[in-house]
C-alpha cells in the first residue's frame, strides 16, 4: 500500500510543477499545502480509530488500518517536504 502513496505523490509533485511553470508558483505552493492539511487530517482521522478500537473485529482490519495509517504518515513527510521545497522555489525564483 506504500507504493499507492509513494505514485499519489509523485503525481502530486508532476502537478504542482506543472501548476508552478504554467500559471503561479504560489498556486503550486497552495495546491501542495491544501493536499499537506488534508493528508494530516486523514492520518489524524486513521490514528483516532485505531485508539478507538482497540478491539477491531479482525486482525485483517487492523493491519489494514495500521497499513494505511502508516502509509498516509509516509505521504504526510513527503508532502510537507515538497511544500516547503515549493515555498523556496517561490521565493527563490519569483
Known amino acids: 500500500m506504500i507504493f499507492f502513496y509513494e505514485l499519489l505523490f509523485v503525481l502530486l509533485a508532476l502537478a504542482a510543477v506543472v501548476i508552478g511553470e504554467l500559471w503561479n508558483r504560489l498556486a503550486a505552493v497552495v495546491f501542495l499545502g491544501l493536499w499537506f492539511v488534508a493528508i494530516w ?10 485508539a478507538a478500537q482497540p478491539g477491531l473485529a479482525e486482525d485483517d482490519d487492523r493491519r489494514w488500518h495500521e497499513d ?27
Open 41 to 50: 487530517i486523514g492520518y489524524a482521522s486513521f490514528g483516532a480509530r485505531l
Open 68 to 94: 494505511a495509517r502508516d502509509g498516509l504518515r509516509h505521504l504526510r513527510l513527503l508532502l510537507g517536504l515538497a511544500t516547503l521545497a515549493a515555498l523556496v522555489w517561490r521565493l527563490i525564483a519569483g
